[in-house]
């Protein structure tokens, strides 16, 4: 492997675990995430992996930095209000470690340029806000055979699951998006602050277990946490035979037909708890 004396020095705490070793750290500087909102759960995502020393990061948002944000994105600071999310980010990612690549796309995700993005990463991890950009994400995913981990956080509570190609994908958890107007969002309903930490948290674990092929994956369960009861717990999620995007019949074969043609925004990033 070839390391800098001082890429030991930093990651010497990896390479001390037998499960990551040299040779895993290795992976994880020739890994490339793509993490879509620089929100509530893109902010620990983004800061957790710049860390670990996954190499090349991207990260799409269309958003600016808001006071109102602070409260819970902790990759922007109040000097920066105002500026382009991904940009407020992409510096906090650099101060922490300036050997990653970050790649800012200052864009709205939409059907036209949703592939293209994830087929440029090796996986992705899905902090939106909106249930649009979520499904959109999630069969971008599944058509580019790229791994998803998602996550959402509403409240006092989250949910996170790993999707990887072949299914179970999303639309077997949730097949369509509900009804515009019956679950709020977090501007609407409220979300604790370091509910979404911990999320991000757990979702940048989860993304580093899969670069790394090490632990058990959340392929194939939820795990849903309360945050006032403190108490997690997992759901067996099987794949569903009829789904439209990886079932025995799929119906979805591009995003176009099945997305709208207008941009979907990324918004504030700290998901919606479905």
Known sequence: MNFS?????????HILLPEVGGTGQDALKKAS??????GGLGSPVALYLAAAGVGRIGL??????????????VAHVTDRIGQP???????????????TRVDCHNV???????????????????????????YLVADACALEGRTLISAAVLRFEG???TF???????????????????????????????????MGTLQATEALKEILGIGESLAGRLLVWDALAMRFHTITLPADPDCALCGAHPTIHD??????????????SEGVAS
Request: glycine content about 8%; some cysteine; charged content about 20%.
């Open 5 to 13: 004396e001082d890429e030991i020095q930093r990651y010497a705490r």
């Open 33 to 38: 995430v793509l993490i879509v909102g620089a």
């Open 60 to 73: 799409v948002d269309d958003d600016v930095v808001e006071l109102s944000n602070l409260q819970r994105q």
């Open 85 to 99: 999310k991904v940009e407020s980010a992409a510096r906090a990612m650099h101060a922490i470690n300036p050997g």
């Open 108 to 134: 709205r995700l939409t059907a036209d340029n949703a592939r293209a993005l994830v087929r440029d990463h090796d996986l992705v991890c899905d902090g939106c806000d909106n249930f649009a950009t979520r």
């Open 159 to 161: 949910q996170l699951s």
């Open 164 to 198: 990887r190609p072949g299914g179970p994908c999303y639309r077997c958890l949730y097949p369509e998006a509900p009804p515009a107007g019956t679950v709020p969002s977090c501007a609407e309903a409220g979300v604790f602050g370091a509910v979404t930490g911990v």
């Open 255 to 268: 995003l176009s037909a099945h997305h709208d043609a207008a941009p979907v925004a990324c918004g504030v």
